[in-house]
């Protein structure tokens, strides 16, 4: 299973970026799908995330700007994030859970956000 980001990139305080993981390889199918990302000098944490049928969470921090959603018949991700801010800066992983395999990781994608 293979996991390929794109989107990331850097952009001033209050704009836009658009985040992809396509996911490739073989595989039944995948549960849920998310992103996560690591400041540095702080832990990894979830910002979003999506489940086969389509709930999905946020962390507090990004809820009302970034959007999470995804094309079943890609197997692709994707993060909407809108209004950013200087503490949004981190480097951005993709994740999925894959029925009776487990979990997946991107090779992660930097967001920079200047003020």
């Known amino acids: 299973v293979l996991l390929v980001e794109s989107g990331g990139g850097m952009v001033q305080a209050g704009g836009s970026l658009r985040l992809s993981c396509a996911v490739s390889?073989?595989?039944?199918?995948?549960?849920?799908m998310g992103w996560y990302r690591q400041a540095p000098g702080k832990q990894r944490e979830l910002v979003a995330s999506?489940?086969?049928?389509?709930?999905?969470n946020y962390a507090d921090s990004v809820k009302g700007r970034f959007t999470i959603s995804r094309d079943n018949a890609k197997n692709t991700v994707y993060l909407s994030m809108n209004n950013l801010k200087p503490e949004d800066t981190a480097v951005y992983y993709c994740w999925v859970w894959v029925r009776a395999s487990g979990d997946y990781w991107g090779q992660g994608t930097q967001v920079t956000v200047s003020s």
């Open positions: 999506i489940s086969s049928g389509g709930g999905t």
């Open positions: 390889g073989t595989f039944f199918s995948i549960n849920a």
